[in-house]
């Protein structure tokens, strides 16, 4: 069989699998081990358990279920609504100001959770009908906490750089400050925008009413309840900053951490300690099982040559870096519309590191395009998986007292909500693309 008809049949029966609904997981493993007995044999299946037991033993990849453990004891411990609280505190006096407010909650979630849909479902149920009771417009209400949280791909540390840092052979810890600038940078043209938007037209998003302000008192205690929360992420980057920890030694920080701010907070009592580890374990499987499938199917592309096919296919178009920048951005958004960024990681880096190489791009500033570009999947109309996540929160909370504005919502309102937000980060990706340095200046600067 010729190496053009193996990749095609290769990547169409990977599509198949998705498209029956398999788990992508699954769904790359069983690919890989159709293929490689079909190419070479009974013999081959000897490298599966090898292939396995080294990428379940990677130590970069012991950062993934330790920054999942933190996030979701994070979460668990009710910093969201902490988060929301003192961001709300500080901006509701102007208009746009709680839109504004839930942007940089977001964004603090974002950097405690290191996943790019949490913050959709922590601040979704506080926000939203707080908003609408507020006289905020639902397309306002609504279209910047999608895009907010699925900044969780960029802004450090994050799952998603330990998953393409140690699948892709690019240094986790520049990675993680290689996507800090272009991740804040992206939330503050967010909250610009809005707050320019409502400044032009206040009745969409009204400033609270005077007598309804909190006082400097209340907004010193609320923001002192999110000082600890903020130490630690702090911490966990500053110690891979100075390289002082790895980014998995800092992952262990940031575990340890986390439980000493629930014991202290005493908000770690035994039936939340077994939700955390509960949710923790299921996501780390889930990862794990991921990784599993991307080593076998990245040990396919190789064996079969198909990852240097497509490679050459992808360099022989000779569009220069720029160019071949753009087709990975735009490979990348189109799989972020159907399945988890981890997913595409898994999928694309086997060839698209090739070319880096070929091509002598540098990995940090691709990875950060890779992350972004995965980061506005999320968001990218019609099938981002975070529009579908506010789709759940908006048929939970329209309901409530003064929130039947969202009762009329459907899927096209939320689209034409977040549309906006989109473009800002299609320009942010731009702008990486046109000056590197946004992503390879901090990086530089690591000791």
């Keep these: 069989m010729s190496p053009e008809l193996t990749t095609a049949g290769i990547f169409l029966t990977l599509i198949f699998f998705l498209l029956t609904g398999f788990p992508v997981g699954f769904a790359l493993i069983g690919v890989s081990l159709i293929w490689l007995l079909v190419l070479l044999g009974p013999g081959i299946l000897q490298l599966v358990p090898p292939t396995i037991f080294d990428t379940g033993t990677t130590e970069i990849f012991i950062a993934a279920p330790l920054f999942i453990f933190m996030a979701v004891g994070l979460e668990r411990s009710g910093i969201g609504t902490m988060l929301y609280d003192a961001m709300h505190k500080w901006t509701s006096g102007v208009a746009g100001g709680l839109a504004a407010g839930t942007i940089a909650a977001a964004a603090l979630i974002d950097a405690m959770t290191g996943i790019g849909g949490t913050a959709v479902l922590v601040l979704g149920v506080l926000a939203i009908p707080e908003m609408i009771r507020r006289g905020y417009t639902a397309r306002v209400a609504i279209g910047s906490l999608p895009p907010s949280g699925a900044l969780g791909v960029l802004i450090p540390p994050t799952v998603i750089g330990v998953l393409l840092g140690g699948f892709a052979g690019i ?39 005077v007598e309804d302000r909190p006082t400097w008192g209340e907004r010193f205690r609320a923001t002192g309840q999110i000082t600890l929360p903020v130490l630690l992420v702090t911490v966990v980057l500053g110690s891979i900053w100075y390289g002082i920890a790895t980014p998995s030694e800092a992952a262990g920080i940031g575990a340890l951490g986390t439980l000493l701010i629930g014991l202290f907070r005493r908000q770690l009592s035994i039936p939340i300690m077994r939700e955390i ?46 160019g ?35 091509l002598g791009i540098d990995p940090v500033w691709f990875g950060v395009i890779l992350m972004i570009s995965i980061a506005a999947g999320y968001v990218t109309p019609p099938f981002g998986m975070n529009l579908f996540y506010l789709k759940g929160i908006i048929s939970q909370v329209q309901h409530l007292p003064g929130c039947d504005s969202l009762k009329t919502l459907n899927i096209r309102d939320i689209w034409a909500a977040v549309l906006p937000y989109v473009i800002l980060m299609y320009v942010a990706l731009a702008l990486v693309i046109l000056f590197p340095a946004l992503a390879t200046w901090l990086p530089s600067q690591m000791r």
């Excluded at 400044?199 to 998003?205: E, G, V």
């Design 324 to 358: 071949t920048l753009l087709i990975f951005v735009g490979i990348a958004t189109l799989l972020g519309m159907f399945i988890d960024g981890a997913a595409i990681i898994f999928i694309v880096t086997p060839f698209m590191m090739t070319v880096v190489r070929t």
């Design 171 to 209: 240094p986790v810890g520049h990675l993680f400050f290689g996507a800090a600038i272009p991740g804040f940078l992206i939330a503050i043209m967010f909250a610009i925008y809005v707050l320019i938007r409502c400044a032009i037209t206040p009745r969409l998003a009204p400033p609270v009413p």
């Design 277 to 322: 580890l509960t949710a923790s374990a299921q996501v780390s499987v889930m990862v794990l099982t991921l990784l599993t499938g991307g080593a076998l199917f990245s040990r396919l592309l190789q064996l079969s040559g198909s990852a240097n096919l497509v490679a050459h296919m992808v360099i022989g178009i000779d569009v220069g870096v720029v």
